[in-house]
């Protein structure tokens, strides 16, 4: 079993949509929750980060993690077609690990316009 | 500052040649890392160095070595190509320090016949 599962998608919205992307996780000593976003034929960007539990929120974006279900989500409202991507869920336990990251396989969106 | 950069962008090799792929980063990293990016997996990591003079294996090491050669620069070599690496392949680069954020290069698209 992979230790990061991400919702494999391929998901299709309308323009204006609100988007939910999620992954599921099984190691407990993650505390460093990331989002990545890749455009077509692009490297991964990083787009949002959290520390351990809560919601951060960076204007259309909104990353939520919940350790005791071990279940992060990346939420985006008013999609746009710019928004189209492949969105890439992270996770590391500690800086000392030589900052490795923990990747999902990515769930690839389309806005259409 | 150009952040990660990798060279070729392309390649075609037939089976069984050899080749270097290079990467360079000017933002005085100690991480570096090789992935390789296929459809429907995700990232997986073949090898990674958390400081100059430092290497160890990824999830994926086989068929693949790697040298630190100084802080700026991470080189990943296939000594025998086979169609089974035909991949997109990232380099990537992180400083120690509060969450594990990765700048990736632009990607080597190799093809190996």
């Known amino acids: 079993q992979k230790e990061v599962e991400q919702d494999p998608g391929p998901l299709s919205v309308p323009e204006g949509a609100i988007v939910s992307l999620n992954c599921t996780y099984s190691n407990s000593a993650f505390q460093y929750f990331m989002w990545y976003r890749q455009y077509s034929r692009k490297g991964p960007e990083l787009l949002m980060y959290?520390?351990?539990?809560g919601n951060k929120e960076d204007g259309r974006f909104t990353a939520q993690v919940d350790k005791s279900s071990k279940y992060i989500s990346l939420f985006i409202r008013d999609s746009q077609p710019s928004d189209s991507a492949t969105y890439l869920c992270?996770?590391?336990?500690?800086?000392?690990?030589?900052?490795?990251?923990?990747f999902g396989d990515g769930t690839t969106l389309t806005v259409k316009p | 500052n150009a952040g990660v950069t990798q060279t070729p962008k392309f390649q075609v090799l037939k089976t069984g040649q050899s080749m270097t792929l290079q990467c360079a980063q000017d933002m005085n990293h100690n991480s570096m890392y090789w992935y390789r990016q296929d459809p429907g997996m995700g990232l997986r990591l073949i090898y990674y160095?958390?400081?100059?003079?430092?290497?160890d294996k990824g999830e994926v090491p086989n068929g693949y070595n790697v040298s630190r050669l100084n802080k700026r620069e991470f080189s990943l070599r296939l000594e025998s190509a086979a169609p089974s690496q035909t991949s997109v392949y990232f380099c990537?680069?992180?400083?120690?320090?509060?969450?594990?954020?990765?700048?990736f290069g632009p990607g080597t698209r190799l093809t190996v016949l």
């Open positions: 990537a680069s992180t400083a120690s320090g509060a969450y594990n954020e990765q700048f």
């Open positions: 160095s958390a400081s100059e003079g430092t290497t």
């Open positions: 992270a996770m590391s336990a500690r800086t000392t690990n030589a900052g490795k990251s923990t």
């Open positions: 959290t520390y351990s539990s």
